[in-house]
């Protein structure tokens, strides 16, 4: 069945997304709690426009399973797993899906979450695995001690492609197979950061709002190929935070009615949220940019040394240090926003991948959703 989260705000919100009183949620701050990004899955089907995840050597010998199984045994009252975020392929087309979800230690890692909590995963339209591939692994879902958890689930789809009958049919025959599920599923769309948005990127999100009612997250998956490739990635980085502008400057009340931009909400991925990614029998700190956005950098690798929360903790908190070192140095200094983006481990972005002394974020934006009255919450 699919959730109704968004389909309610997206009808009932007037205000838009950077209104504090119907979308903000202030974070917890009264426990530390920690992502996981189990980035194991192997294979996928697709060829997504500005998918740069890798599609082989995920899942390596299972450490990072072990690894992560060991850290919910370690939590205490003071941690808590938010959520669960299995990639980085396609959830219905890798070829160890099924592998995964029936491995005891996956299950030991689900079931230390919240009574409420889930997993999220991404999958792509309908171009090649066909409706018979997905409702076998619903199915397998909901024969398991998986059934009682929601799903969060972002439908991968081209920007550019937001106003095509064939792709909106693909959008729909998705849903329809969710839809028919026992299982809970919260669905919204996501499209790779690569390029300048089109210009009339308002009325395709107008679309995807009225048409599924949800909306359109964006997605950073190009940091991942240009991790050794940083000017590129700036590049890149600041041609989107350009036509972002353009967008802002077309109308500024439609942008913030139309466009979701967690980087502007002050309350998401506050300090005492720690992003941790698995992959390839490797743990990793993980930035947040627009997104989650993971970096298999030696600078984010985690040295797991005993504990694995302790290593965790250490390593972010090592990150933290630097980062305080080096912003005097920075284009971050003096910035409004320098909490915020170090609490997001941006400014390691910076120093430690960039290599530029260029903001990445994209500061008219945020001063936007500042003069929309969001920033009363740091008060």
Request: hydrophobic share 35%; charged share 25%.
């Amino acid at each position: 069945m699919l959730k109704k989260d968004w389909q309610y705000y997206t009808k009932n919100n007037t205000k838009g997304f950077a209104n504090p009183d119907t979308f903000v949620d202030l974070a917890d701050q009264t426990k530390i709690k920690i992502q996981l990004m189990l980035e194991i899955l192997e294979g996928c089907a697709y060829n997504c426009s500005g998918c740069f995840v890798k599609r082989r050597k995920n899942y390596g010998t299972g450490i990072g399973l072990d690894l992560a199984a060991q850290l919910v045994d370690e939590l205490t009252e003071q941690y808590e797993l938010d959520d669960i975020i299995v990639g980085p392929t396609d959830f219905f087309s890798s070829g160890n899906i099924i592998q995964v979800l029936d491995d005891p230690r996956f299950r030991k890692i689900v079931d230390a979450l919240p009574d409420d909590g889930g997993l999220q995963h991404n999958c792509s339209v309908d171009f090649f695995i066909g409706d018979e591939r997905v409702e076998q692994v619903i199915k397998h879902v909901e024969n398991s001690y998986l059934r009682e958890r929601p799903f969060d689930v972002q439908i991968a789809v081209d920007l550019h492609m937001l106003d095509n009958s064939n792709v909106h049919s693909l959008i729909e025959k998705r849903l329809e197979v969710m839809e028919r599920s026992s299982i809970e599923y919260e669905v919204s769309l996501l499209c790779n950061i690569t390029q300048a948005v089109d210009e009339d990127v308002l009325d395709k999100l107008a679309t995807v709002r009225e048409r599924w009612g949800t909306v359109v997250e964006w997605g950073p998956s190009l940091v991942r190929a240009m991790v050794h490739k940083p000017d590129k990635m700036l590049k890149m980085i600041q041609g989107w935070n350009n036509s972002i502008d353009a967008v802002i400057n077309t109308d500024k009340q439609r942008f913030t009615n139309e466009f979701l931009w967690l980087q502007a909400d002050n309350s998401h991925k506050n300090f005492n949220e720690v992003v941790v990614s698995v992959n390839n029998d490797r743990m990793y700190i993980v930035p947040f940019l627009y997104e989650n956005a993971p970096l298999y950098h030696p600078s984010y690798e985690i040295d797991i040394n005993g504990s694995v929360l302790e290593s965790i903790l250490n390593k972010k908190h090592q990150k933290q240090i630097e980062q305080y070192q080096s912003i005097p140095n920075l284009v971050c200094n003096n910035c409004k926003y320098v909490e915020n983006c170090s609490a997001r481990l941006i400014p390691s972005i910076i120093t430690d991948v960039v290599g530029q002394n260029e903001c990445l974020i994209n500061r008219n934006a945020m001063e936007l959703y500042d003069n929309m009255g969001l920033q009363k919450w740091k008060k």
